[in-house]
């Protein structure tokens, strides 16, 4: 999944400064940018334009590469550019950030907290256990825990993001599985995991009609609201209204009813710009104890962390605080043909090994996680076509070697004068083919 940064970049110009008339939208972009790149927004914020001479004498000599960097991204993000052999700062831009960052301006960008108590004590605790909660039912979804509550939301985004896909045979959301992508996912931090839904859902909602930049704005907004504070939903449009249903299945908001006045952001919402983490929670960092008898030992009482672990291990025994499993060739096998490679098992054992193990995994264990999946990759099929019938060794030698030195070969037979090359070389040695039939002609009508 890219980021929300890279995404930004593919915008036009107009699309861009329309983004930009929103102070909270500026705000989030100058927290995710490069440090070097905020340190020149800050210095253009109040000037608006400085010769580049000066610019370049902002940092030393042996940096100018950085800076040269930094300046190409502002003006990828239509930020600052040079014009005129001056440092200029999109205007739109300029306004926008000084208002959130001094005030005044559209005050509702950052959200308009309820002028009245909530009748239920909605508290910090309660926000994130719903949180958690919430993100976690996603995951479980993901890594194939049976589950009555399927939304609609969540069954499309999954399998529009590729973290999950249908056998070949199959249409029903049922049948939906995890991919290699999609296990890659649950090695991300729930950071990046937020917006890489948020991003795909962005996708989602230029496909129903919706305004891409009024969806980017409410997305940076939730980053810039307090958490704990309720907010009224009255000032938002319609199009972010029915984002607010949507984020709910994610843990990202909490509306206590459908027509509720107002919404309460999570910490998975306010954390998106922030560059602090989604979860403060750090017991399940290391709980992971692997043996040379390839038995995995997992300290944890979570269903989600013993359901991604099912994906590769076969379970033997479950109490009260710790679940055993062993790794087997069929579990391994079989998290193969979900897709999951075994550099990505290594790295999920090796990111949540407990502390009293070192990071480093038993050789033998690696060495046989890697043979099982190289049992699958003895065939490879590839499209080809099939060269044979040669009438002299001469002549097959000629052609396989032709075909050798342009790298078409996928695979040769000397004894029994056949090769197979790539579709693309099909066409080149169609080529030869003739230009050799021709010479051979004309060498006949010569004697």
Known sequence: MSTILEHIKTL???TLTRLYHQPATCLAILRLLQPLAKHIIMRLLFVGAVEMPVVLNWIFDTKQASLAEALLSLRNFNIAWDENGSLIINQVFQTNLKNAL???GNTSSFGLPTDSKDKKDITLEYLD?????SWETVLHFLVGTPSEKRPTAVVTLMEGSGLMAKPAHSHRPEDLRI???GFQFLLQDVNEQVWGFLLQYLEMSEQLGMDPVDVLNFFFQLGSLEFGQDYSVDVLTDTQKQMLEDLKHFGLVYQRRKKSS???PTRLATSLTSGVAASGDTGDAGYIIVETNFKVYAYTTSPLQIAVLSLFLTLKARFANMVIGILTRDSVREAYNNGISSDQIKQFLTNHAHPEMKKELPPTVVDQIKLWESERKRAVAAPAVLYQDFPRSLEYLEAVGFARELGYVLWSSDQKRMFAVTPEGHVRMKEYMIRKKQQ????????
Do not use: L
Not at 129 to 133: F, G, P, Q
Not at 440 to 447: D, F, S
């Open 440 to 447: 051979q002609q004309q060498q006949q009508q010569a004697v």
């Open 129 to 133: 256990t719903y949180a958690k909660e």
């Open 12 to 14: 036009d110009n107009n």
């Open 179 to 181: 991919t290699n992508k």
């Open 262 to 264: 107002r919404f309460y």
């Open 102 to 104: 001094v005030g005044g």
